[in-house]
């Protein structure tokens, strides 16, 4: 495996200029680290942003299916999980009133589906009844938690 560290305008060049390529490259086992997608602010204040709903809100969790809300949950070596993990994980679905998130990852949902083959806005407003659904899923991983 070869491992390749980008930055947001390589990865932005090779999936709207370069995509055939890129592609190929992953194909052959290529992997890629994209450092700084987001700065270091923005990072910062979307943290801010879960710990608000941490702190507003106990640990849930729902089925997806139309109109379900948007939650977050606690795993912690859950023993029906397929993967045993700790994280503490947010769940943000678009026809919930936190949809505003979606827009500052919406260049992530057009790059993966780009490089689908599908429209970019494909799914983007979709409910699970629709089939694929676009949701922000963000997992905070505890510092001494893994093994």
């Known amino acids: 495996m070869m491992i390749h560290t980008i930055t947001r305008k390589d990865l932005l060049d090779l999936v709207y200029r370069r995509k055939e390529e890129f592609l190929a490259s992953i194909r052959r086992s290529y992997a890629y680290i994209v450092r700084s997608y987001y700065g270091r602010e923005k990072v910062l204040a979307f943290n801010e942003f879960l710990k608000k709903i941490r702190h507003a809100s106990e640990p849930s969790w729902y089925p997806c299916l139309d109109g379900c809300p948007d939650y977050h949950r606690i795993n912690d070596e859950y023993p029906k999980s397929y993967v045993r993990a700790r994280m503490h994980s947010y769940y943000f679905h678009r026809w919930n009133p936190n949809r505003g ?27 699970p009844s629709d089939g694929v659904i676009s949701r922000v899923v963000s997992h905070q991983y505890p510092r001494g938690g893994g093994t």
């Open 101 to 127: 998130v979606f827009q500052d990852f919406k260049e992530v949902f057009e790059i993966k589906n780009v490089l689908s083959g599908t429209d970019k806005d494909a799914h983007y407003d979709n409910v």
